[in-house]
């Protein structure tokens, strides 16, 4: 699976965005589907994931109640939509894929990742 993330952009404080993956190759409606977020000098953080079926959901603390995940399996698309932008949100958001089941918070248990797509938020 090949995942490409895009939607990025400058956006000022208190806006919104929609970012985008796409996947090709095999089809997702198996996996679940994670996003995660990198700023400059930090650690790779979870942000969000749905389950293969849209029936369940995680969000990182830092993005609950401002961040929604969805999917389009048939499009083979997974979509975050970001609200209510602060400057911390700045940073490379990734989309992964994950084939064993069940929704997971860690990074490493993600096997495809996509190249990410920057969000800067300024003030």
């Known amino acids: 699976v090949q995942l490409q993330a895009s939607g990025g952009g400058l956006v000022q404080v208190g806006d919104s965005l929609r970012l985008s993956c796409v996947a090709s190759?095999?089809?997702?409606?198996?996996?679940?589907m994670g996003w995660f977020r990198q700023a400059p000098g930090k650690e790779r953080e979870f942000v969000a994931a749905?389950?293969?079926?849209?029936?369940?959901?995680s969000f990182g603390d830092s993005v609950k109640g401002r961040f929604t995940i969805s999917r389009d399996n048939v499009r083979k698309r997974v979509y975050l939509q970001l609200n209510s932008l602060k400057l911390e949100d700045t940073a490379i958001y990734y989309c992964?894929?994950?084939?064993?089941?069940?929704?997971?918070?860690?990074?490493?248990?993600?096997?495809?990742w996509g190249r990410g797509t920057l969000v800067t938020v300024s003030s």
């Open positions: 992964a894929a994950r084939i064993a089941r069940g929704l997971v918070l860690n990074s490493t248990g993600y096997d495809y």
């Open positions: 190759g095999r089809p997702i409606m198996s996996y679940s």
């Open positions: 749905i389950s293969p079926g849209s029936q369940t959901t």
